[in-house]
């Protein structure tokens, strides 16, 4: 059965995510899929880019790509995770890889949440809903 009703994973609130992918398919598909008139998505095409990106905004949450040329999304999340800045934001790893070994590096490094490429675009939409509510519950819990 078909809703009429858009799908809108985010309802009130402005957000603001950063999808950071060196594959230019990937953040148009990030684009396109995530929008909404409450969501604002940025794209970066590597992990420096991300960074200065970063620098710049406050961004609500990141869904990094693992393998891109340069710095990997490993490296990122471990810088931002290294900055106190950071320490609220959740990040989501996104990435083709989904042995026992990426998916603990990704989390040592302070990932908050994993996905398995090809991305199902809607339960990214609700994973992202999810992980946003429960990053306000425990800010407003601490």
Request: glycine share 6%; with cysteine; aromatic share 8%.
């Amino acid at each position: 059965m078909s809703s009429s009703v858009p799908f809108s994973y985010v309802r009130g609130d402005r957000i603001e995510l950063l999808v950071v992918d060196d594959d230019p398919i990937q953040r148009e598909f990030s684009t396109v899929y995530l929008a909404t008139p409450d969501v604002d998505v940025t794209t970066s095409e590597s992990a420096e880019d991300g960074l200065s990106k970063l620098a710049l905004v406050d961004f609500d949450m990141l869904l990094v790509d693992v393998d891109m040329p340069g710095m990997d999304g490993i490296e990122m999340v471990r810088r931002l995770r290294a900055n106190p800045r950071y320490d609220g934001v959740p990040i989501m790893v996104i990435t083709g890889r989904e042995d026992m070994v990426s998916i603990d590096q990704a989390y040592e490094a302070g990932a908050t949440s994993f996905m398995c490429k090809p991305v199902n675009w809607r339960l990214l939409g609700h994973q992202v809903r999810f992980l946003l509510r429960a990053h306000r519950a425990l800010s407003r819990a601490a």
